[in-house]
């Protein structure tokens, strides 16, 4: 499949995550995280690659991955139909590190307001990565 890079550059987002202190929930915490986003875009889907950051301070794209979806979804009005998410962790991810690249395929439900939820991953296998664009890995 022949891909075209529509964006790669650092992306910068925000999560909420909820405050607990001794087993009591306090309250919404707004955490702004930063990845690296990677767009592809064929004649049949959009490729959205979001790749972990060792100097992002904020939520990881793990934790953040339906508000992420939803952001990216938005901000450059795709389908979320047409749109398959990668979570990318590699040598950049981690600070002092050789870590093996992983690649997960990352799939949602869509609820009417148009948000991503329930995230389930698959590490996708490396006869699979080979069908990513090259300059993906």
Known sequence: MNYTQLYSDLYHYSA???????????????????????????????????????????????????WLATK????????PERTRFVEHYGKMSYANSDIVDTYDLVTFSWNEEGEACNPKWRRLTKEEVTTLPSQAV
């Open 16 to 66: 909420y995550r909820g405050l607990q202190i001794n087993g009591w929930f306090l309250e919404d915490q707004l955490i702004s995280s930063t990845c690296h986003l990677t767009l592809w875009q064929s004649d049949t889907e959009t490729l959205v690659m979001v790749t972990e950051l060792a100097a992002n301070e904020g939520m990881s794209v793990t934790n953040a991955a339906g």
């Open 72 to 79: 990216v979804i938005q901000d450059y009005q795709l389908s």
